[in-house]
Structures are given as structure tokens and as C-alpha cells.
């Protein structure tokens, strides 16, 4: 299946942005599959990110970030839980926004 979902990089003082994913993976996919890729996206531009690691920005495999820690993922004030939070599922429907590292 595939998923539209728009991620929010982390406010620093800086206007907040946005960056618009395709996601690719088998419905019911835990968001750990995915989170790596969902935050480079953000650290560069806009990518197609699979289930597989197949996507132009980089691997989307496991829940480590790119400075090597977890990747923390919002829906609204929600954390998600990545093992239990997956693709096709509410919050993690088409047209989702996320942020990254807080609400």
C-alpha cells in the first residue's frame, strides 16, 4: 500500500518544515520499519520511502535517526509507539502529519 504522510522537521527557532512522503510498505507495517526514512526525508528533500529501504533518500529500515538515536514521532500531542503504530492504521492513515521529535 501506499501512503501520503507530510512530516514536520523539530522547531529550533527556525519557521518549521515540512516535508511531504510517499510511503510504500504492506498495510499493518510497524512505524519502526519506516521512522529512519521518515526523518531523512526531512534532513534532505522529499522521497518515495519502502518498506524495503528502496526509497530515494536513503534506508527506511529500523527506528534509529541519523545521529544514531531513536526516532521520536508525533501525531498531534500523540507519541507514537513504533512497534505498535502501523502503516494503514489510525494515526498513520493517508494524508497524516507527523512531527519529529515533539508535539
Known amino acids: 500500500m501506499q501512503i501520503r504522510l507530510t512530516v514536520l522537521a523539530p522547531r529550533s527557532g527556525h519557521p518549521t518544515r515540512a516535508c511531504d512522503v510517499l510511503v510504500t510498505a504492506p498495510a499493518g507495517t510497524a ?55 502501523a502503516v494503514g492504521e489510525p494515526p498513520l492513515i493517508d494524508g497524516a502529519v507527523l512531527s519529529l521529535g515533539a508535539p
Do not use: E, F, H, N
Request: charged share 10%.
Open 31 to 85: 512505524l519502526a520499519t519506516v521512522a529512519s526514512g521518515l526523518a531523512a526525508a526531512v534532513a534532505g528533500s522529499g522521497a518515495d520511502i519502502g518498506a524495503s529501504g528502496s526509497g530515494s533518500s536513503g534506508k527506511a529500515g529500523g527506528a534509529a535517526g541519523a545521529a544514531g538515536g531513536p526516532v521520536v514521532l508525533y501525531a498531534g500531542t500523540d507519541r507514537l509507539d513504533p512497534q505498535r503504530a
